[in-house]
Nanobody, 120 residues
Framework: QVQLVESGGGLVQAGGSLRLSCAAS????????MGWDRQAPGKQRELVAG???????NYADSVRGRFAISRDSALNTIFLQMNSLNAGDTAVYYC??????????????WGQGTQVTVSA
C-alpha cells in the first residue's frame, strides 16, 4: 500500500556530510509521520530522527545538533541532512512511514535501507 524509496547513502570521510531522501508513494489516505532508523553491524536498530505531520521533530541524542530532518508534505518526501559525520554513524539507514490506508487503518512501512559508511 505504501512504497518507500530511499536515496543518498554512500561513503564519506569523517567530518563530512550526506543527505538522505525518502519518497513515499502508493494508495494511502495520509502519511502521519515519517522518519529514519539505522542499524549498525552487531547492534540493534535505533531511531535516528522523525517528523510528524504537524511538523514536530525528534532526534536521537547521538545525532541532535548534527542531523536535521525535514519534510516536503506535498511530495510525501523527507530528507535527512547529516553533518559532522563520524564512524559511529556508519550503518544501514531505513526510512519508515506511518500511514493511514483505506480499510486497514494505520500501518507502518519500511524502506529497503541505504548504506552510510563513514571512513576515518
Amino acid at each position: 500500500q505504501v512504497q518507500l524509496v530511499e536515496s543518498g547513502g554512500g561513503l564519506v570521510q569523517a567530518g563530512g556530510s550526506l543527505r538522505l531522501s525518502c519518497a513515499a508513494s502508493g494508495n494511502f489516505v495520509s502519511i502521519n509521520a515519517m522518519g529514519w532508523d539505522r542499524q549498525a553491524p552487531g547492534k540493534q536498530r535505533e531511531l535516528v530522527a522523525g517528523v510528524m505531520s504537524g511538523g514536530r521533530r525528534n532526534y536521537a541524542d547521538s545525532v541532535r545538533g548534527r542531523f536535521a530532518i525535514s519534510r516536503d508534505s506535498a511530495l510525501n518526501t523527507i530528507f535527512l541532512q547529516m553533518n559532522s559525520l563520524n564512524a559511529g554513524d556508519t550503518a544501514v539507514y531505513y526510512c519508515n512511514a506511518e500511514a493511514t490506508v483505506r480499510l486497514l487503518g494505520s500501518r507502518e512501512y519500511w524502506g529497503q535501507g541505504t548504506q552510510v559508511t563513514v571512513s576515518a
